[in-house]
């Protein structure tokens, strides 16, 4: 048993998560109690809510997700779901068949692959990139090429696997509670390396309004420009705009699987006959790629958020995998004092019996933080925590645990009200 056995067994809930505090450890979000039912130690329920509080109140908010806020999300069984690199790995090999896969791999006998498809594909762009100069007649360049291409599109339709009855009860909920965090604030932003359409289908389902940068056109185009406009109710009795509640805006750093590049414009649409798809696929050059139109509006948008003043992040399912992600969030805790982090990832703590509560030493309700983390931009993130930095606050859980918890700085508004009255009488209708 592994600790994602243990995650994928155990259902979503606020009461997964553990907050690392100093002096303690991992602490459960539960009280521990004796076997009379007596509190005897507090959980770190208070000091979850008061950071999330804090978090959402600051005045810029951001949130970063990863694959990892994706994989909760369900579709019917038979259906397709979200993918794991696993499950990239073996979809391509399905695609492009057994042998032309082994051959692919055989073509780097020393490098440890691993069954990870980003490691694959990296190691495919340099050997083109060697190999730049070949003849176009060059059956082992051909078969790299084809390779790629072939695996692309493989990942494309992977990716791709949100539909009106895909269970998003996890996203609506983000969604809900970053959206209605309070229009007198600057709007929240979303920033995700995923390019699924989850966020985009809860915010629908809610009738929340996301600003992503393309227009309101017939042909939704991108322009960066359009990141600077927002929603106000006109009314001719006042003199003042009035913004609209439950809007926030969204980044998508690796681009989106309704993008497509149809000459020097792109284009929203899930047509994949239009175009080129607009995605940075999985391979070590992504760095590179990231500070290409429009992903370079995207990443500044990422970097100039994190220097803003009482600004807030809090991250969930990004595993700091990513450099060209993760160094900004190192440099932003070097320079910006009033930056307050939360981080939550599954994988703070390694060993599925702690998680368990089945190790005899230490109570179970407080787990060490032992050794250093293996990324080493969370190693640095948590030895800046268990040195007692108030700016930062790690939790070990996932995405639908950390949803759950989220506070709601503001009630349901009279539009939501009002949808959902709408949605009870077009299913009575039905």
């Keep these: 048993m592994t600790i994602w056995d243990h995650w994928n067994e155990t259902p979503a809930g606020k009461a997964n998560l553990r907050l690392l505090i100093p002096s303690k450890g991992w602490v459960t979000y539960s009280d521990h109690e004796d076997n009379e039912g007596k509190v005897v130690e507090r959980g770190s329920k ?35 779901r979200a993918p794991s690199m696993r499950d990239l790995w073996n979809a391509v090999e399905v695609a492009v ?11 780097f006998p020393n490098a440890t692959i691993s069954q990870n498809i980003e490691k694959l594909l990296s190691l495919c762009k340099v050997y083109l990139e060697l190999n730049d100069a070949a003849d176009e007649n060059d059956q082992d360049v051909t078969a790299v ?10 990942i494309l ?25 309070g229009f007198r604030k600057t709007r ?26 393309f227009s309101h056109s017939l042909d939704q185009v991108y322009d960066r420009q359009h990141f600077e406009l927002d929603i106000v109710r006109r009314d001719a009795a006042k003199d003042a705009p009035d913004y609209i509640p439950n809007v926030f805006q969204l980044y998508k750093l690796h681009g989106s699987t309704d993008w497509r590049r149809i000459g020097a414009e792109v284009l929203r649409s899930r047509d994949n006959t239009k175009g080129k798809p607009v995605l940075i696929y999985p391979r070590s050059s992504k760095y590179q790629e990231a500070f290409e139109p429009p992903y370079l509006d995207m990443m500044g948008a990422f970097q100039a958020a994190l220097r803003e003043p009482d600004t807030s992040l809090v991250v969930a399912g990004f595993g700091f995998n990513d450099d060209h992600i993760s160094r900004p969030v190192i440099s932003a805790l070097e320079s910006n004092l009033s930056l307050r982090l939360v981080i939550c990832d599954p994988g703070f703590i390694l060993s599925e019996n702690d998680l368990r509560g089945a190790a005899p ?70």
């Design 157 to 181: 339709a992977k990716v791709d696997f949100v539909n009106r009855n895909t269970n998003l009860s996890a996203h609506e909920a983000c969604v809900r509670k970053i959206g209605r965090r």
């Design 46 to 80: 208070e000091g979850i809510d008061s950071a999330l509080i804090n978090t959402l109140s600051a005045s810029n908010f951001s949130m970063l997700t990863g694959a990892g806020a994706s994989l909760c999300a369900r579709n019917a069984d038979g259906q397709p």
């Design 361 to 430: 030493e230490p109570p179970a309700h407080i787990i060490p933080v032992g050794d250093p983390h293996p990324n080493p931009f969370l190693a640095k993130i948590t030895s800046l925590a268990v040195r007692g930095d108030p700016r930062i606050h790690l939790i070990n859980g996932r995405f639908e645990d950390l949803a759950e918890a989220l506070p709601d700085l503001i009630g349901e508004t009279d539009r939501e009200r009002h949808v959902e009255r709408v949605k009870i009488l077009r299913d009575a209708g039905e």
């Design 145 to 154: 090429k084809d390779f790629v291409s072939q695996a692309e599109s493989c």
């Design 188 to 213: 929240a932003k979303l920033f995700t390396t995923n390019y699924d359409l989850t966020m985009e289908e809860a915010a629908r389902r809610l009738r929340f309004t996301i600003i992503d940068g």
């Design 97 to 107: 068949g057994t042998q032309v896969f082994a051959d692919i791999c055989g073509k």
